[in-house]
């Protein structure tokens, strides 16, 4: 485009036909120094024949000028006629003609960009990344901070910290600044995978950038990965370094550990995080505190210590919320409390509380469990017809449902509905149907499962072994075993995969 710009630009530069002319006329009359420069108009825009015809002296002083500057010009430049006579397009042509091209290719870019956000929000890290590759060897595209976080957030959920890496490092490298919030993400994506030395080994290097310092969030994200990996030690360190970096933990760092050691059964620990909770003024508890400790409880099947908390939360002025609900339904459901379940959301209702995706995944789910097929398929229509949308979770617990019903013909048409509705298929997703396999005491089809599953780079983990290695168990297939134990050994000992 540059070139084109020179090319036009030097086209409308003052001629210096006319500064020789004005020098070789300059004790002519006025009349004939307009003649003059009639002259030079004639003479670039003339025929060749025209200009032999031409006898007058400053028509005769012009030519030979015009063929004397000639070699200033490159062939064409000039708006006049080339030596060998070739006529050439005007460089206002040329310029729409390069601008429709470029305004074709920012189209272009558009439908990929948007396709890109597309596989975003399906969750297909694979393809999602393709076609950033394809976008990225367009010259006129330049990836924005906000794609690559979208790319690192999503690249973490989808257990790839080294692909997460090795596109931070792209980043890097192409120039683009990083940011405490890109580092953040890098971080979260190694946690997911419950990779902590590597975490740390990020939170190290964030120390030594001025730019890209830790805050609340960095390090709330690995207190959740200390506490989820029971590495408990970590913990207090790791306050004690917030306290002296000057940084407050809110709410939500509270909320996190208090949901560690609460699942680990560390109830004095958690009953102490609470207590500063509630005599805090940075960090008092909400409506995440509340259903954290009902979760906990529901969870553990106490549900009348979980009734009580509830009681204590609201004496205390805190306004449950949708999750709130899904979270007493869940915790009934797996009690098979029907009543009480009916009841919360009969009250949800009444209080004008939206029923959600994981409303009736509750329900499904407490259906699934004791492989109630009518009831559960009687909620999967009622959430459809509401126009719900299915996730995960909803056909997880369906495969399960109908496998625990014994309706096998019935999980198939649900894989091939999922794969219909492009329904993310996850480790979860994929245990699922190795268990429906295995319940099947379809081996053959069990493995061709687990391989599609590794295909589709989806990590197996202890759930997808110990389900196979049950189903082995029961057929007598030692070597079967054998070679799973194998592989899952080597599994651990590499880590999480990049590809």
Same mark, same amino acid.
């Given at each position: 485009m540059a070139s084109i710009s020179l090319s036009f630009s030097s086209s409308l530069l003052p001629s210096p036909l006319l500064q020789d002319k004005n020098? !070789?006329?300059s004790a002519t009359k006025p009349r004939d120094h307009h003649g003059s420069l009639c002259g &030079? &108009?004639?003479?670039?825009?003339?025929?060749?024949a025209r200009r032999k015809t031409s006898s007058t002296p400053s028509s005769s002083s012009s030519s030979s000028s015009a063929v004397g500057k000639k070699r200033l010009w490159k062939q064409g430049e000039f708006p006049g006629t080339s030596a060998e006579g070739r006529s050439r397009k005007t460089p206002i042509k040329n310029i729409k003609k390069k601008l429709d091209r470029k305004n074709d290719a920012k189209a272009w870019a558009n439908t990929v960009a948007e396709a890109l956000s597309d596989l975003v929000l399906k969750k297909q890290w694979l393809q999602a990344l393709e076609v950033f590759e394809m976008l990225r060897e367009q010259p006129f595209y330049q990836p924005k901070e906000g794609t690559y976080m979208k790319l690192l957030v999503l690249l973490g959920k989808s257990g790839q910290p080294l692909r997460a890496h090795q596109l931070f490092d792209t980043m890097v490298e192409e120039g683009c600044e990083p940011t405490t919030e890109l580092y953040t993400a890098l971080l979260v994506s190694y946690c997911r995978s419950n990779l902590i030395d590597e975490a740390f080994s990020i939170l190290n290097q964030m120390k030594t950038l001025p730019r890209c310092q830790p805050d609340v969030f960095t390090y709330s994200t690995l207190l959740k990965a200390c506490v989820d990996a029971s590495r408990f030690e970590l913990v207090e360190s790791l306050y004690e370094e917030m306290d002296v970096r000057s940084i407050t933990p809110n709410t939500v760092t509270q909320n996190i &550990?208090?949901?560690?050691?609460?699942? !680990?059964?560390?109830?004095?620990? %958690?009953?102490?995080v609470l207590s500063g909770m509630l005599e805090s003024t940075s960090s008092k508890p909400d409506v995440w505190t509340m259903n954290t400790i009902l979760s906990l409880f529901g969870n553990k099947g106490q549900i009348e210590i979980m009734e009580k908390w509830y009681e204590k939360f609201r004496n205390f002025g805190i306004e449950p919320e949708t999750r709130t609900f899904n979270i007493l339904i869940g915790a009934y459901g797996k009690k098979r409390m029907y009543d009480k379940m009916s009841s919360v959301m009969e009250y949800m209702r009444k209080l004008q509380f939206p029923w959600t995706t994981s409303t009736y995944n509750n329900v499904i789910e407490a259906f699934s469990d004791v492989g109630d097929a009518k009831n559960m398929e009687y909620t999967f229509d009622q959430m459809r017809a509401e126009g719900m949308k299915a996730d995960t979770k909803t056909f997880c617990c369906l495969i399960r449902g109908y496998a625990n019903a014994g309706l096998f013909h019935k999980v198939v048409s649900n894989v091939q509905l999922a794969g219909k509705f492009e329904i993310p298929e996850n480790t979860s997703f994929y245990n699922a149907v190795i268990s429906a396999c295995a319940k099947a005491e379809d081996l053959i089809? %069990?493995?061709? &499962?687990?391989?599609?599953m590794k295909d589709k780079h989806c990590q197996p983990d202890s759930t997808t072994y110990s389900i196979m290695v049950e189903a082995y168990k029961k057929e007598g297939m030692n070597d079967k075993i054998y070679d799973l134990e194998q592989e899952r050994q080597r599994m651990v000992a590499d880590g999480p995969k990049g590809d």
């Open positions: 020098k !070789a006329t &030079v &108009v004639r003479c670039a825009f003339a025929s060749p &550990v208090l949901s560690g050691y609460g699942k !680990a059964g560390k109830f004095d620990e %958690m009953e102490k089809e %069990m493995e061709r &499962v687990f391989n599609r």
